[in-house]
């Protein structure tokens, strides 16, 4: 599950270049994935057990994700985690908006580890959208899913 529409199109393409085991890429629609993240298990999109998700790496992309993340878990169909390729990517990038995003209320739980990724976004006070991310890093983000 993709937050946003470029970098999904981006990643169907890269993904379908190359082997892996994942199987369906889809589009969150920004914070409406908390309205339609359950339907990929109710319709047999996903899989029983978990679907991936990478999002903006600011605090709305954060807490999207954790919303979706309690949404999933509440309706007990499956898990919703981060992909820790494309989380862990945003740590090769400098952030935007320096000085101007608030990551203080923001909840670290749902990344865990993939926290640290964003180490440099948080102490700058920053943001990485996920457009930022070239095709050559998202490549790279995903080799590690076959």
Known sequence: MVENVDPYWALVDVLAESATRIGTVAWGAGGQVEQS??????????????????????????????????????????????????????????????????WGAVPAGWLGELWDALVDARATSSRIAQERLTVDALRAAVGGSQ
């Open 37 to 102: 993240i359950v339907s990929l298990w109710e319709t047999g999109v996903a899989d029983p057990g978990q679907v991936w998700y990478w999002g903006d790496a600011d605090p709305e992309g954060v807490q999207i994700a954790s919303r979706a993340a309690a949404a999933v878990e509440q309706a007990g169909v499956g898990r919703l985690i981060p992909h820790p390729g494309l989380w862990r990517a945003y740590a090769t990038l400098p952030g935007t908006d320096a000085g101007f995003v608030e």
